[in-house]
């Protein structure tokens, strides 16, 4: 993988990351897209990081389609796949030449327990170091990742900002399902009747978005709106529904200089997660005036 | 800084990095000698880095001498200097585009709490986080640190390779007075008396070492005779004296194997250290044979 990235280095083309766990789906394609259309040569990863899943999590069933996954990024151009196993990515003892097992982390201290962070404990620590690995693996000039993960992308961005990598990072907007469905390789583990409780996480955020647009700054009252809605699923068990600043993920009093609306639940045992974002806004007056 | 480091690498120039702390020593200009002895282009970094120092330790009185450093390196023929100050390297909110001060740490978990890491609680997390932020902007091949520091490079080779940074490690031999003492910028703390004082470091490793010839091989008897040689000096205060597995920093009981022996103390106010490495040895019979 380093040499080939290296070569387009040298032949200064611009070497665009699009780092995955596989099952791809349209979100992970506009990803793809983006950095075709951004870069000379596009490298992308299928890697499921056993150290960004807790002890309950889904490591072991998160679905793995790697043929599907390599035909289709193929299909749409991309020049170079990276997909190592575990223990090239977490080598065994004696595999090393610098000691027993990885015991480096590379940890966003201020935003790690935030969010996910919060509710995954050791997710966003397992995210960065994951990320960092791969970023000297493939030394890309920009990596593209979905805003789903809004959090994650913070998490990132600001790993990138402290450490001076020297890489851009590009977020991609959100990817739907007709009926408003945020993408996501966890929505294979719906069956019929969950997949439309789960309609419930984009409906809420489109109440807040139509409060916002009708004059309504205080985040108390439009998180409100937004648990409210996902209370009245009764399947759907909230794990967080907050509005925070998009960069410090800490919570915002008033969302007239933007905010991230971001939620969390599980429908049965799948944790789905949505957000939107709300632009900086000038009051109610000059928006209307 | 990495414009200039981009354009050696476009050149296919082999680029060397000699991190520093100023106050240039011998010591450090035999980093230098090898680094321009083994790449194309030599830079060299001048930073003295808060992070890595103890709320109670000696950054703020930590020897300073720029202009002398800088007309030594450039003498040395090296090509690039990059000193950056401390707000340039620990940006405040207002500067930063990722938002407020940095909360991003690179943590080598399982070495951070060894050595001069258990003497100096977060030191080594300021030194691994510091080196990758100057590996991200200079970019090196290679990078030239003196094995004086024994603990220091451990951690970083460990780092490097369990996040996979395309840096090669290049470990230079202490550089000593001739009477023995390590080379270090810390001595220029030492008065006349101290300055004797402190070569019981070095004159407890070549015990060690004597005794190792003779066929020594139990660590626990080799490092009661480097203590007692200390304790024989009464204004030294021992912080620790250690036979350890170079790699991992863990005891060893046995040096056949090859085994790093480093000692640490505190001559007055000030603490300094020094180490030897004992290489893999047939057993006594084969050597003497």
Known sequence: MREASRGARHASQRLGLVPTMGALHEGHVSLVRAAKAACDVVAASIFVNPTQFGPNEDFAKYPRSFERDRELLEREGVELLFAPTVEEMYPAPADRNVGPPPATWVTVEELSGKLDGRSRPGHFRGVTTVVAKL?????????????????????????????????????????????????????????????????????????????????????????????????????????????????????????????????????????????????KTNNQEDRHG
């Open 135 to 279: 970023f000297h693996i493939v030394e890309p000039d920009a990596a593209f990742f979905g805003q789903k993960d809004a959090a994650q992308v913070a998490v990132i961005r600001r790993m990138v900002g402290d450490l001076n990598f020297p890489v851009e990072i590009v977020a991609c907007p959100i990817v739907r399902e007709a009926d408003g469905l945020a993408m996501s390789s966890r929505n294979a583990y719906l069956d019929g009747v969950q997949r439309k409780q789960a309609l419930v996480l984009h409906r809420s955020l489109m109440s807040v978005r139509k409060m916002v647009e009708a004059g309504e700054r205080s985040a108390a009252r439009l998180a409100a709106v937004g648990r409210e809605e996902l209370a009245g699923e009764k399947l759907v068990r909230l794990d967080y529904f907050e509005i925070v600043n998009a960069e410090t993920l800490d919570p915002v009093e008033d969302v007239s200089g933007g905010a991230l609306v971001a939620v969390a639940a599980f429908v049965g045992t799948t944790r789905l997660i949505d957000n939107i974002l709300i632009g």
